[in-house]
């Protein structure tokens, strides 16, 4: 009974941090329709600047929650005004840009911060579980993952900002008739989703260290997700951590970490052959 509840912890862990490492990069995706080739790196700048900001003595929770998706959100909107604006609408484009922009930010963070791993403590220590331990910080973010997820809903939902941001997405010309600023609210969009990648790799930060090419191990996963919940931002992106989630952590259990995401990754050639256009694409359509 104590492994399966750790192996239930494990498996809520994937799919949280899947959700997580994804729902930046689906809200750029699968709002503004841009295929952000750096996501992998705001990921990484996320994890660095929670680092750097404890090392000069900030609260480790300040820089991961607050710290951490400020400065990639600003990163995220200065990307947004001085490159991806000029290129709506010009796919191919775009994800030329961005594949140069995070090899950009790869060599930049290289000259400053080296080529080897640096990482912080994580923080809380572990839990007995019977004859098992777990880490409690591993709970904490499933916790602020399943936090995030709603108040992204409710934002997105419930709010003006979200209207506005939804309705210029669909409509670009009727909400500038109605006295929006599209500009304006693809800016502030794209750096929602930057932000979003700031925080989820600084929470990632504590688990796995951070170095400049961290973001490739992140960037595969994030695209399988998004493209396999399918148009629906918030479920989609769910339900696919959800199911890519549990098979990666049920795989890895009985096999290897290696094969592990190999099974994943064939699970979502699987999914994306059934149902081109994802899972919301065929389930869940009214859902946000």
């Known amino acids: 009974m104590d492994l399966v509840l750790v192996l239930v912890i494990q498996v809520l862990f994937a799919m949280a941090s899947l959700a997580l490492i994804s729902v930046g990069l689906a809200v750029i995706f699968g709002m503004m329709r841009v295929i952000n080739l750096a996501h992998g ?19 480790l929770w300040i820089a991961m929650l607050v710290v951490a998706p400020i400065v990639v959100g600003a990163i995220g909107v200065l990307v947004e005004r001085t490159l991806i604006r000029f290129l709506y609408g010009r796919m191919i484009d775009t994800m030329l840009a961005t594949w140069g922009l995070s090899l950009f930010l790869i060599g930049l963070v290289t000259g400053i911060f080296g080529n080897t791993t640096v990482g912080i403590s994580a923080p809380l220590g572990g839990m007995a579980i019977g004859n098992y331990r777990t880490s409690i910080y591993g709970l904490v973010v499933i916790a602020i993952t399943v936090v995030l997820l709603v108040a992204i809903y409710l934002v997105l939902r419930h709010t003006r900002l979200g209207l506005f941001a939804r309705g210029t997405m669909q409509n670009p010309n009727m909400a500038a008739a109605l006295g929006l600023s599209p500009p304006r609210v693809y800016a502030v969009t794209f ?79 699987v999914l994306i052959r059934l149902l081109p256009q994802g899972i919301t694409g065929r389930f869940l359509k009214r859902w946000l």
């Open 191 to 269: 750096g929602v989703g930057a932000a979003l990648s700031g925080l989820a790799g600084a929470l990632i930060a504590p688990i796995s260290g951070v170095f400049p090419t961290i973001g490739i191990a992140y960037i595969a996963k994030a695209f399988i997700t998004v493209i396999g919940g399918g148009a629906a931002i918030l479920s989609g992106t769910v339900t696919a951590a959800a199911l890519f989630g549990a098979i990666q952590e049920v795989a890895t259990y009985f096999t290897t970490p290696v094969f592990g995401v190999v099974i994943t990754l064939a699970a979502a050639i």
């Open 41 to 59: 790196e705001f990921l990484m700048l996320g994890g660095y600047s929670a680092i750097v900001a404890n090392q000069h003595g900030v609260n």
